[in-house]
């Protein structure tokens, strides 16, 4: 009993000293296994929205809807500290800001999504931006009358970059949700766009959410999604018919919904951003600067890394 009452001890003092690398029961795991994840808060905020990951040379980059410009996330401890990796020169693009809501790669250059334009931006390690499609024309009509784009401020969300392909993937938000296929030559001049309305979805949704759809990467042959207001990461397959559906599911709903996590405003989910490796989920959260439920002066984002291995 000595014993047991010092191992109780101690394995209380660990976990308090530690905090943020937890495991849980997974209610919603397909696997039934166990789900280890971290989180980390996002500094410095400065109005910091966080609504796009991507990961480039084993580093993670984001980009704002609030800032015109891409950021490295650099990991310490239980903080993820905010650096400027590039400031885009909206001058150059010849607008007053982006909103920009997504973020991409290939080998050389960052690929953004503009919900304010309805375009992508090309960013080339010289700092060098453009358009596309350059000739000053956007995804928005095409969207709008395959049923996409109904909505104001539920447009462009995500992006990823299908390199065997040959193209683009988009998320378009909510209300309703899809995804748009944009096909370039190899210059990245825009050669086509493919609408898909998908709007159902197989998934549960607490009461007075829709579907959306607000993050999008490409890894090992498969397209992965965040469905934030199921609180869940996805697959996107095609059918035989040419058809998006969904396909496994991975729940991260037990993470957002701790006391410690959990913001204020629950309404609507909060994930914006997705990134996948070999052994992580990466995902950010923006709380569109809301408090937590516990703490009403800390309204930091946050940056969750999620263990694949046991899922």
């Known amino acids: 009993?000595?014993?047991?009452?010092?191992?109780?001890?101690?394995?209380?003092?660990?976990?308090?000293?530690?905090?943020?690398?937890?495991?849980?029961?997974?209610?919603?795991?397909?696997?039934?296994?166990?789900?280890?994840?971290?989180?980390?808060?996002?500094?410095?905020?400065?109005?910091?929205?966080?609504?796009?990951?991507?990961?480039?040379?084993?580093?993670?980059?984001?980009?704002?809807?609030?800032?015109?410009?891409?950021?490295?996330?650099?990991?310490?401890?239980?903080?993820?500290?905010?650096?400027?990796?590039?400031?885009?020169?909206?001058?150059?693009?010849g607008v007053m800001s982006l909103d920009l809501e997504g973020i991409t790669h290939n080998a050389r250059d960052f690929f953004l999504v503009s919900e304010a334009h309805h375009r992508m931006i090309r960013v080339e390690p010289s700092g060098n931006s453009y358009w596309i499609p350059s000739d000053g024309k956007s995804f928005y009509r095409s969207a709008n009358q395959a049923g996409l784009f109904q909505v104001f401020n539920a447009a462009l969300e995500g992006i990823t970059w299908l390199e065997i392909e040959g193209q683009f993937l988009l998320a378009a938000e909510r209300q309703p949700r899809g995804l748009i296929e944009i096909a370039v030559d190899e210059q990245f001049r825009m050669i086509s766009q493919t609408n898909h309305v998908l709007n159902q979805t197989i998934y549960d949704l607490p009461k007075n959410r829709q579907p959306d759809l607000t993050g999008l990467f490409y890894y090992q042959g498969s397209i992965f999604a965040l469905h934030r207001n199921a609180e869940l990461i996805h697959r996107w397959v095609k059918d035989d018919s040419g058809r998006y559906q969904e396909q496994d599911s991975w729940s991260f709903t037990d993470i957002v919904n701790q006391p410690d996590f959990r913001y204020q405003d629950k309404r609507y989910g909060h994930a914006e951003g997705l990134a996948v490796d070999e052994d992580h989920f990466y995902l950010v959260i923006d709380n569109n600067g809301i408090a937590k439920e516990q703490q009403d002066n800390d309204n930091r984002p946050m940056l969750i890394i999620i263990d694949r291995k046991n899922l």
């Open 1 to 93: 009993m000595v014993f047991f009452l010092k191992s109780v001890l101690i394995y209380s003092i660990i976990f308090v000293l530690s905090t943020f690398f937890i495991s849980v029961s997974d209610a919603d795991d397909h696997t039934g296994g166990r789900l280890n994840y971290r989180v980390y808060f996002i500094e410095p905020t400065n109005n910091f929205q966080p609504s796009g990951l991507t990961i480039k040379n084993n580093r993670l980059f984001t980009v704002s809807d609030k800032h015109d410009a891409i950021y490295e996330l650099l990991i310490d401890e239980q903080v993820a500290y905010m650096k400027l990796h590039h400031k885009i020169d909206v001058q150059q693009l």
